[in-house]
């Protein structure tokens, strides 16, 4: 039996702010099922600013999306069918086969959700690639530890709120830097000792007025001006998280840099860094974020929007920081 | 008995570049010898890209240069008096009291010259800050190993050229980027596999085409254009040592970074470093450069400027690229 599913399309490659003419709503064949697949309707998909990379044509550590190709990225929904024995219908899965309504596909493509009392959904969020590059940025490429002084920018978005929780939890001082008064206001109540308003002011005088003796990690969702405040207060030996840098994402970075010679004074170490670098890490994380998301001290917040349609403006509002905490779709 | 020396004073902070304005030859008091006190005459004196960062009156790893005193730089001298037992008359010694004829201070401000068969000058050149820093940034802090592709900006200069030598005497394949076919020419008779003339043309397409498959390691000295060319030719896991950015010493920097965002993508990982954070380890520095040196896999070249009179311009030539190799003055 042919079936399909409504797939978003790549149409043409954005250049700079992609718009919605880049993107296509429609039918996609979905494969027949061989021994060993499942197909899965899928409820929830993420929306994530990494996705922007993929949409250029260029050689990365993930293939760039084809062009007139259904798009990928996280999702999680639950099987429908299956001629794999390691799935059951009814299983709930995650897996990458998203921007769709439905997917098939062979049963290593589907990971079945562990047996964690935690809602579908954050699968996607702190307990996924969200909360494990969090996670992994903050503990194993900083290397940040109890009674470091922590920055993280876009403190108020999925990786940010997850990176100051997880300090806190680690027994860390956080200042993190968020756009306007609400989204400072849920930083705060996420346990930071410091929210900047970079609406408020220059950055690099918030930073330098939050933290007078320096800080000793930055994790790093913008770039820009927010890493030059950084470079600025770094204290010796500072190790920075490069995460994302949403400020560049669309246009590369037009910010003329003050403070790069304080690489050599102060001995600062900047590492960029990918989540699947650490899969071999996963239970440590499971184990760990589990273990807060049970005793409360990891919260979350989603920002929701329903229906496929809703997709790729979902995916445009990252860039104008519309969301507070993770952005996901709802089928 | 009171004895003075002309020593080279900071009389202004520059804004900038600096001038000669900022500077005045003057008369000295030589404190009077106590006992373990030496009074050395001096030969040699080191002028580098980092004083400029002294010059200014903010915190760093080393004090900034107090106003009105005289500065301070690498020298090498010889004993003309001691009242020290390590220290004979007629030894030769390296040290920090440089800017001025003669110095006195206790044994420990001077370091008798090891027993190898080199110049004296060496020790302020490949044997002393400015091999080291290359020998220690190279290997240690950058990581280079035999196969590497690394690639150093002014290669022509004092540490650039012995980063070249230390490269291809460690089995690595090494592009240099100099400015104008003299020193190019030069870079190339060190061994370096291609030299990029940085006024021929933009440094990122010469060394995307010099290095078709990228860099595995980029040893900076100079920042801006040729760090960002730097960051988008790199591979995955490049490591990028930062030891100088003499764009930036003056005036900041005021490069828009295309490829900043390639430190994700390709895990790149950017540390500043001091040289004097490795001083532990400078037997194993004194054995391989010693050795290098020995055998001709090493060799140095200089720019020697004569008299006391004539070290602040030697100094300030050092940002217009005056000098091939080491820039020394000869007492």
């Known amino acids: ?12 490659r954005p250049t700079g702010l992609p718009t919605m003419d880049n993107f296509a709503l429609k039918e996609a064949a979905l494969p027949e099922l061989q021994d060993g697949w499942a197909r899965v309707e899928n409820q929830w998909l993420s929306v994530d600013p990494y996705m922007r990379g993929r949409m250029n044509d260029v050689r990365s550590y993930v293939p760039p999306f084809a062009l007139g190709e259904p798009m990928q990225g996280g999702a999680v929904g639950t099987v429908v069918e299956s001629r794999a024995p390691s799935l059951a219908v009814g299983d709930k899965v995650f897996h990458m086969l998203g921007w769709r309504e439905a997917a098939a596909g062979p049963a290593e493509a589907f990971n079945k959700l562990p047996p964690l009392p935690v809602p579908d959904h954050q699968w996607l ?13 903050l503990l194993r490429v900083a290397e940040a530890k109890e009674g470091d002084i922590v920055f993280v920018s876009a403190a108020a978005g999925a990786v940010g709120s997850a990176v100051v929780q997880i300090a806190k939890a680690k027994g860390m001082k956080v200042i993190g830097a968020a756009g306007g008064a609400e989204k400072c206001e849920w930083v705060l109540s996420l346990g930071a000792d410091a929210a900047l308003d970079y609406k408020s002011g220059p950055i690099a005088k918030l930073l330098a007025d939050a933290a007078p003796d320096g800080i000793d990690v930055y994790f790093d969702n913008v770039g820009g001006d927010h890493l030059d405040a950084a470079l600025g207060a770094a204290r010796q030996r500072a190790r920075f998280a490069i995460c994302g840098m949403i400020e560049d994402y669309n246009s590369g970075s037009s910010h003329s840099f003050r403070n790069l010679l304080r690489i050599i004074g102060s001995r600062i170490t900047i590492k960029g860094f990918i989540y699947t670098d650490y899969l071999s890490e996963i ?19 989603e920002t929701v929007r329903e229906g496929i349609e809703a997709a790729p403006q979902a995916f445009l509002d990252l860039f104008s920081g519309a ?9």
Chains 1, 2 share one sequence.
């Open 283 to 301: 239970a440590d994380f499971y184990r760990d974020m589990g273990g807060w998301i049970a005793s409360g001290q990891v919260t979350s917040r």
């Open 1 to 12: 039996m042919m079936s399909t599913t409504r797939a978003w399309h790549l149409m043409s």
């Open 323 to 331: 969301n507070i905490g993770k952005m996901l779709v709802r089928l």
């Open 125 to 137: 969020g702190n307990l996924g690639l969200t909360g494990g590059t969090a996670y992994f940025g």
